[in-house]
């Protein structure tokens, strides 16, 4: 029973919220509530695991249940009728995102030489989920609105039901360790990295709205603004600082001090520096994670040089010898012998390799390393031609871009359905103009598959 209040409570609060920083403006189309829930899932848990739905498949960590695939699914399916809709922005954005389409091509590609192609197909669709949402919100016909109102909605979700239950439902909010009895805090997710993932690109979202209506002009509606979206950062960084997943907490204390940054008129005006800036905010994280050179940083953090079994796990990873050029498949690695072998010689039971760049190895090889490379580097130039066309939009392309590529340092966030590879898809498609997307949404275009009535 306390639980259900909490909820209903807090469900409440999360709509007075969303109603106090409203703007003003044509409303959005009801296929924002796709990204929304597809974020909010995937920064919380299946929808199998809210509901504690039966499924005795022994098989179901691997392939899921049939609940979050039908779901999915669903939502997947929705998805591109609504894109089917949007041709000429749909046109305009692919052709400006090959090196997306070229890493999403490499993966269905890799799944022919899996061991496990179906389970491998399966994943890559979730994969291809991902680039749906993200496509659904550039070619709105409304999409800095979109944008915004999905990245508060996002916060308001996770950031206050994560408070909440670590607060009042502690039986669903924090986790007990069988064997140390530590207590973990994990709010609404599974585990404490999963709500250090949620809050990182939450508060990297809420502080970007926070910084838009700091230079916004005075008025009612911009006090309530700053309030809450000041509360909302400052509160998603104590739950990552909470949940003691350090690698969040970095990630988002550097991001948002990029942002922060950009913001000053003598960076806006040189691209230089922003590139000088960028590339010594990654080689700070890359020397502190990569090669020990920040000892006194890491004791500050609460970690050692072994970045609490990082090192070990990569040995043992490495250690399972697989093929160098194309890998094991797409999402491929962690099934099979291969996982237990792992177990054995890291001593821990993981399923990731907690460096992204290492796991896309494994899974793709050297080629897709070289793809995902490719993906980074054309995207950071897109990135950057959005902040020298729109420096405040600009701000959380550069933050999701940098936290992205800090995260996967010691945490594998390249994967599907993941908040951190939704945020880089997002910062890596930035550089299409999206100021464009209203002049290409009228007069209506006709659908690519024919008439077909959904939602717009």
């Not at 296929?31 to 199998?48: H, T």
């Amino acid at each position: 029973m306390r639980e259900l209040i909490v909820v209903v409570i807090t469900w409440l609060i999360v709509w007075w919220m969303v109603t106090l920083v409203r703007e003003p403006g044509p409303p959005v189309p009801k296929s924002l509530w796709l990204p929304l829930v597809w974020c909010v899932i995937n920064g919380s848990r299946q929808m199998s695991e809210w509901i504690n739905a039966p499924y005795d498949d022994p098989n179901r960590f691997s392939e899921g249940t049939p609940l979050d695939a039908g779901l999915y699914g669903v939502m997947i399916l929705t998805g591109l009728l609504i894109l089917n809709r949007r041709p000429r922005q749909m046109k305009a954005f692919l052709q400006g995102n090959w090196h997306i389409l070229l890493f999403y091509v490499y993966c269905v590609i890799s799944i022919s030489w899996s061991d496990y192609p179906y389970i491998a197909m399966k994943r890559w669709v979730k994969l291809a989920g991902d680039l749906v949402m993200v496509l659904l919100l550039f070619t709105d016909p409304s999409p800095m609105l979109a944008i915004r109102r999905l990245f508060s909605r996002m916060a308001f979700v996770l950031v206050t039901f994560s408070l909440t239950f670590i607060l009042f439902v502690p039986d669903i909010g924090t986790m007990r360790d069988a064997w140390t009895g530590v207590v973990y805090y994990n709010g609404i997710t599974m585990q404490k990295n999963m709500l250090g993932e949620g809050c990182l690109i939450a508060g990297l979202g809420t502080l970007w709205l926070l910084l838009t209506a700091f230079e916004a002009p005075r008025s009612k509606l911009r006090t309530r603004q700053l309030i809450i979206y000041a509360f909302m950062t400052l509160t998603a960084l104590w739950l990552i600082k909470k949940a003691d997943s350090m690698t969040s907490f970095t990630a988002l204390v550097l991001a948002g001090g990029v942002m922060v940054l950009v913001s000053q008129r003598w960076l806006v005006s040189s691209v230089a520096r922003v590139h000088m800036l960028m590339g010594s905010t990654i080689a700070l994280a890359a020397s502190t994670i990569l090669l020990d050179a920040a000892g006194p940083l890491l004791s500050m953090l609460g970690r050692t040089s072994s970045f609490t079994g990082r090192t070990a796990i990569w040995y043992a990873v490495l250690a399972a010898h697989t093929n160098p050029l194309i890998g094991t498949g797409y999402e491929s690695f962690w099934l099979g012998e291969r996982i237990q072998f792992v177990w054995d010689v890291s001593g821990q039971h993981i399923q990731q390799a907690h460096n992204g760049y290492l796991e896309i190895y494994i899974n793709l090889g050297w080629i897709g390393v070289i793809c995902l490379s490719a993906l980074i580097l054309f995207g950071y130039r897109n990135a950057v031609k959005t902040f020298s066309r729109d420096p405040l939009f600009g701000r959380l392309v550069l933050g999701f871009f940098l936290a992205a590529l800090i995260h996967n340092f010691s945490e594998a966030g390249f994967r599907m359905m993941n908040l951190v590879w939704f945020a880089l898809l997002f910062a890596v498609s930035g550089g299409w103009d999206v100021q464009r997307t209203a002049a290409l949404a009228a007069p209506a275009a006709a659908p690519i598959l024919g008439s077909m009535k959904v939602l717009r």
